[in-house]
Nanobody, 124 residues
Framework: QVQLVESGGGLVQAGGSLRLSCVAS????????AGWFRQAPGKEREFVAA????????HYADSVKGRFSISRDNAKNTVYLQMNSLKPEDTAIYYC?????????????????RGQGTQVTVSS
């Protein structure tokens, strides 16, 4: 069993930056691909970014390419989401997820473990 705890959310002005962290407990984290998803009020959950178990392969939604960066430190069982040039439309609850595969996925249903989420609010 893997438990995921996100942190790093908050209120930031448009153009600012935040770094989200997701700490995993349980088994060897390098065996799990991980991803970030988000859900804004009144909208469906959407894919943001994903990373393979090794960290060598990453994927991004078109809406965040060039602004967000996903990375991981398997020695610390942690996945990060660096968010730069934030926009009001990035406002959402951000969720971390992990799957029992080395291969990253942009599909929420492909993930076996999910965190409780952290709120990110970007003011204009």
């Amino acid at each position: 069993q893997v438990q995921l705890v996100e942190s790093g959310g908050g209120l930031v002005q448009a153009g600012g930056s935040l770094r989200l962290s997701c700490v995993a407990s349980g088994r060897t984290f390098s065996s799990y691909a991980a991803g970030w998803f988000r859900q804004a009020p009144g909208k469906e959950r959407e894919f943001v970014a994903a990373i393979s178990g090794s960290g060598h392969s990453t994927h991004y939604a078109d809406s965040v390419k060039g602004r967000f960066s996903i990375s991981r430190d398997n020695a610390k069982n942690t996945v990060y989401l660096q968010m730069n040039s934030l926009k009001p439309e990035d406002t959402a609850i951000y969720y971390c997820a992990a799957r029992t595969s080395l291969i990253a996925s942009g599909d929420w249903s492909a993930y076996d473990y999910r965190g409780q989420g952290t709120q990110v609010t970007v003011s204009s």
